[in-house]
C-alpha cells in the first residue's frame, strides 16, 4: 500500500521568506503528483499537477519537483506571503487513486 | 465553466439516520470519485465511477456505505445508520476519463456531523 508522509507537520515563517514543503513516498511506481491548498473548512485547491514524465512543474511563485527513483517531491514556494498561509497537500496517483499525505500547515506572519 | 459541486455543504444529523450527499461533476467528466476526509484518518479514497464500468467501491469503510452515479453524471453517496465515527468532510471529484495522467478536480465537500 503506497504510504504518503509530508514533513513537517507544521511551519510558521515571516513574510517574504521561502518555503520547503517536502513528500515523500513509499511506491515509485506512481503516476502524477499533485499539490493541492486546502484552506480552513475549506475543499481541495490544486496547486501543481507533475506527470510522471516530468521532473518539475511552475507556476507563478510555486515550483515543484519530483524524484521517482527516491521517492520524493518538493513544493518551493518563493517570497512568501501572509495569504499563502493554509495546509499544502501532496497526493500521488496510484492509477486512478490518490494517496494523501497529512499535509503541511503553513502560518506566514506579517 | 462551472466545476464540481457539492450539496449539501453542511450536514448535521442524528447517530442511526440516513443521509445523501450530492456532487454534480464538471460536464463532460466522464470518471467521478468520492473521499474522505476525518481528523484521524486523514483523506482517503471511497469509491469510483468511470462511464458504465462497475464502479471500484474498494474504499468503503462498510456495508452502510453505498454510492450510485445516475445518467453517467451526479452521484449520490448514502450513508445508513449513520455512526458518530462517519462525521467527516465528504469530497467529491472528477476527471475527463479514467487514464492516469488526468487531473483530478475537487468539489467544495460536504461536512457531515452525526451527534
Known amino acids: 500500500k503506497q504510504e504518503v508522509t509530508q514533513i513537517p507537520a507544521a511551519l510558521s515563517v515571516p513574510e517574504g521568506e521561502n518555503l520547503v514543503l517536502n513528500c515523500s513516498f513509499t511506491?515509485?511506481?506512481?503516476?502524477?503528483l499533485q499539490w493541492f491548498r486546502q484552506d480552513p473548512g475549506k475543499g481541495l485547491t490544486s496547486l501543481l499537477l507533475i506527470q510522471s514524465s516530468q521532473r518539475e512543474q511552475t507556476s507563478g511563485r510555486l515550483n515543484a519537483s519530483l524524484d521517482k527513483s527516491s521517492g520524493r517531491s518538493t513544493l518551493y514556494i518563493a517570497a512568501s506571503q501572509p495569504g499563502d498561509s493554509a495546509t499544502y497537500l501532496c497526493?500521488?496517483?496510484?492509477?486512478?487513486?490518490?494517496?494523501f499525505g497529512a499535509g503541511t500547515t503553513v502560518t506566514v506572519r506579517a | 465553466g462551472a466545476g464540481v459541486s457539492q450539496s449539501p455543504s453542511n450536514k448535521v444529523t442524528e447517530k442511526g439516520k440516513d443521509v445523501e450527499l450530492r456532487c454534480d461533476p464538471i460536464s463532460g467528466h466522464t470518471a467521478l470519485y468520492w473521499y474522505r476526509q476525518s481528523l484521524g484518518q486523514g483523506l482517503e479514497f471511497l469509491i469510483y465511477?468511470?462511464?458504465?464500468?462497475?464502479?471500484?467501491k474498494s474504499g468503503l469503510p462498510s456495508d452502510r456505505f453505498s454510492a450510485e452515479r445516475t445518467g453517467g453524471s451526479v452521484s449520490t453517496l448514502t450513508i445508513q445508520r449513520t455512526q458518530q465515527e462517519d462525521s467527516a468532510v465528504y469530497l467529491c471529484?472528477?476527471?475527463?476519463?479514467?487514464?492516469?495522467?488526468?487531473?483530478?478536480?475537487f468539489g467544495p465537500g460536504t461536512r457531515l456531523t452525526v451527534l
Open positions: 511506491d515509485s511506481a506512481i503516476y502524477n
Open positions: 497526493a500521488v496517483y496510484d492509477d486512478y487513486k490518490l494517496s
Open positions: 471529484a472528477s476527471s475527463l476519463e479514467k487514464r492516469t495522467s488526468d487531473e483530478q478536480f
Open positions: 465511477f468511470q462511464g458504465n464500468s462497475a464502479p471500484d
